[in-house]
């Protein structure tokens, strides 16, 4: 069974600042089923990034995905005031889907 | 444009049964699937299964084997998961989600959510 840890739990940064957030698998995984979603208080959360790298639609060209094998990355270019939120990493395979922890960007 | 929009509030008492139910519109229902993911208060998010619209193949974590089921009415685009032998740690937020409509093995338009209070 794969397992994802994301990292850090919590990312306090200021708008306009950079936000990198890690997402390591348990062991390789295909990018193609590699998926990050974007969760605001009280909201359903939202796609963001499918197949690691490619934005869904109507995303803003400041997010963007990259990695392969066992680390991935969500990188949000410059903080905007409703980027701040928990962001989930997702894989499917093998017939199951997992979920990373969440990493909570905050305010500072 | 894409809604998919879930069934309301529920209370129920420990080992009573849930169907949730999740209706989509505004693409092709039977072409794709239908995850569910759950949301315990404070939590993270946690995947349930997923049943395809076209077949009605599922497929459930583990943990979930027993006690879910996955359906879909092909009739009303909609599609029910049901939980048995509810306990109070399956107090949470039920989601569903169109699947795979945007690439393989994404959830991609998701319901409101559907609280689900397990308690005496």
């Given at each position: 069974e794969i397992v994802l840890t994301q990292s850090p739990g919590t990312l306090s940064l200021s708008p306009g600042e950079r936000a990198t957030l890690s997402c390591r698998a348990s062991q390789s995984i295909s990018s193609s089923y590699l998926t990050w979603y974007q969760q605001k208080p009280g909201r359903a959360p939202r796609l963001l990034i499918?197949?690691?790298s490619s934005r869904a639609t109507?995303?803003?060209?400041?997010f963007s995905g990259s990695g392969s094998g066992t680390d991935f990355t969500l990188t949000i270019s410059r903080l905007a005031p409703e980027d701040f939120a928990v962001y989930f990493c997702q894989y499917y395979g093998s017939s199951l889907g997992t979920f990373g922890q969440g990493t909570k960007v905050e305010i500072k | 444009q894409v809604q998919v929009v879930q069934s309301g509030a529920e209370v129920k008492k420990p080992g009573a049964s849930v169907k949730v139910s999740c209706k989509a519109s505004g693409?092709?229902?039977?072409?794709y699937g239908i995850s569910w993911v759950r949301q315990a208060p404070g939590q993270g998010l946690e995947w349930m299964g997923w049943v395809s619209a076209y077949s009605g193949h599922a497929e459930f974590a583990q943990k979930f084997q027993d006690r879910v089921t996955m359906t879909t009415d092909t009739s009303t685009d909609t599609a029910y998961m049901e939980l048995r032998t509810?306990?109070?740690?399956?107090?949470a937020v039920y989601y569903c989600a169109g699947t795979?409509?945007?690439?393989?093995a994404t959830l991609d338009y998701w319901g409101q959510g559907t609280p689900v209070t397990v308690s005496t």
């Open positions: 499918y197949a690691a109507g995303i803003p060209d400041r | 693409y092709t229902f039977t072409k509810l306990r109070s740690d399956d107090t795979g409509i945007i690439a393989a």
